[in-house]
């Protein structure tokens, strides 16, 4: 980088950039800034003293920069000319201290990030052989549970039989061979509880078969017996059965006889009373036929009579009429 001052700022043209930072008062000059560079002129990291190296370079190219910010904001209370002096040194020491802090940041960041990658590989390398060592031991512990599930107790013995002459292999458990040895005890003592438990639990379910034996033996002939009643008290009940159709036959047909006299006698009663009716009816309407011809004839009179009264008032009044005539012309 140029250590000449630019035209931005109104610095002296016959000033370098470490006269003026001298003249403004900055404890670094660009003079340091290169040498603290040419510590920082590497390439590649190696090994971790290189690394420190870049790292202590880089914290003092940040030490540098927060000095060169921290005196720039504090000469900035001066007058104007001197702020722009200061700012434009600050500027150009920055960016001469970013030239190699930038780079230098990078590498060690790089080698940090390689190194963080290697560790965390040797990490979860650990963790899966762990893991393993665990999974075996899961299978001996493992064993005690699934026998637990057992039906048999023969089951049980062919397990444990096969977990004593399994013999944990350092391979398998390495620095956890010990934990494998004691854990295949536990879990034989756990075998030997859970088969003694098998054993009395067959015993006992033999126990109960016999017992359910006898259950149902004394069951079946309770049952044949209450059959036998049943089929006593069904063959009762059917002929009652029987005897009850039979009864209610009879009394059926005593009935239906009972009710075809009955409607022998209404219907001989209904015929009585038939003719009963048609002979009134018929009295009823010789009787009206007789009055009609009574009613008739005297109309007849009374009409023949009429006739001889209305007569006879003619006569009377043609009479009367003459006679008032005849007095007229008297």
């Not at 290697?118 to 665990?134: F, P």
């Not at 057992?150 to 061979?177: C, G, N, Q």
């Not at 509880?193 to 109960?208: C, H, N, P, Q, Y």
Request: proline share 2%; glycine share 2%.
């Amino acid at each position: 980088m140029s250590n000449e001052p630019t035209t931005e700022t109104a610095i002296k043209s016959s000033e370098t950039t470490s006269e003026l930072a001298k003249r403004v008062g900055f404890e670094i000059s660009p003079e340091e800034i290169t040498k603290l560079g040419k510590r920082l002129n590497i390439t590649e990291i190696d090994n971790r003293e290189t690394r420190d190296e870049v790292a202590k370079g880089v914290t003092k190219c940040v030490d540098i920069r927060t000095t060169i910010e921290k005196y720039r904001v504090e000469l900035n209370k001066k007058p104007l000319q001197a702020c722009r002096d200061i700012n434009y040194v600050a500027k150009v020491l920055t960016e001469q201290v970013l030239e190699h802090e930038t780079p230098a940041k990078k590498l060690r960041n790089d080698w940090d990030a390689e190194r963080k990658a290697e560790r965390d590989a040797k990490k979860e390398l650990e963790a899966n052989r762990k893991a393993e060592i665990e999974r075996c031991l899961d299978v001996i512990r493992n064993t005690a549970v699934a026998a637990a599930r057992f039906k048999t107790s023969a089951e049980v013995r062919e397990t444990m039989t096969k977990l004593h002459e399994y013999v944990p292999a350092e391979t398998d458990f390495m620095e956890r061979l010990a934990d494998a040895d004691a854990l295949k005890l536990e879990t034989m003592a756990e075998l030997d509880s859970i088969l003694t438990g098998k054993v009395e639990d067959e015993a006992e379910a033999k126990r109960l078969a016999e017992q359910k034996l006898q259950q149902d033996a004394e069951a079946k002939r309770q049952k044949e017996e209450s059959d036998r009643l049943d089929a006593e008290r069904k063959k009762q009940e059917a002929e009652a059965e029987v005897r009850r159709k039979e009864q209610k036959s009879e009394d059926d047909r005593r009935e239906e006889k009972r009710v075809a006299d009955q409607k022998k006698l209404d219907d001989e009663a209904e015929e009585r009373r038939r003719l009963q009716r048609a002979e009134d009816e018929q009295r009823q309407k010789d009787q009206a036929a007789e009055q009609k011809k009574i009613d008739d004839q005297r109309a007849e009179v009374d009409r023949k009579q009429k006739e001889v009264d209305e007569e006879a008032e003619r006569q009377r009044q043609e009479k009367e009429a003459a006679e008032q005539a005849r007095q007229r012309r008297i």
